[in-house]
């Protein structure tokens, strides 16, 4: 059984920095990619940041490019996205996602396994 459990939310003033972590147990193994996801209350998911674990290539979201950045670390089978110069926007539950497949890394019905999410809350 797959389980993906995010660490490092919090609060920040706006400019400031944050590092989510998504640890990952049972069967990494069969991951293709993993990924970030934010909603706000009363939105959809939307797409922050993925990583395609065999070879290390990075996407994200228009609106985080410059920002962001999406990293592993292989032994420990975690993901983590550093967010910088943050701003009220940002504001959102984020989620750890992870795959199986070869299919688009923005969409989250192609994907396989959810953490539970991680509260970001960036003021003004």
């Known amino acids: 059984q797959v389980q993906l459990v995010e660490s490092g939310g919090g609060l920040v003033q706006a400019g400031g920095s944050l590092r989510l972590s998504c640890a990952a147990s049972g069967r990494t193994s069969s991951f293709y990619t993993m990924g970030w996801f934010r909603q706000v209350p009363g939105k959809e998911r939307k797409f922050v940041a993925a990583l395609t674990w065999s070879s290390g290539n990075t996407y994200y979201a228009d609106s985080v490019k410059g920002r962001f950045t999406i990293s592993r670390d292989n032994a420990k089978n975690a993901v983590f996205l550093q967010m910088n110069s943050l701003e009220p926007e940002d504001t959102a539950v984020y989620y750890c996602?992870?795959?199986?497949?070869?299919?688009?890394?923005?969409?989250?019905?192609?994907?396989?396994?959810w953490g539970q999410g991680a509260q970001v809350t960036v003021s003004s």
């Open positions: 996602a992870a795959k199986r497949f070869l299919s688009g890394s923005a969409y989250q019905d192609n994907y396989d396994y």
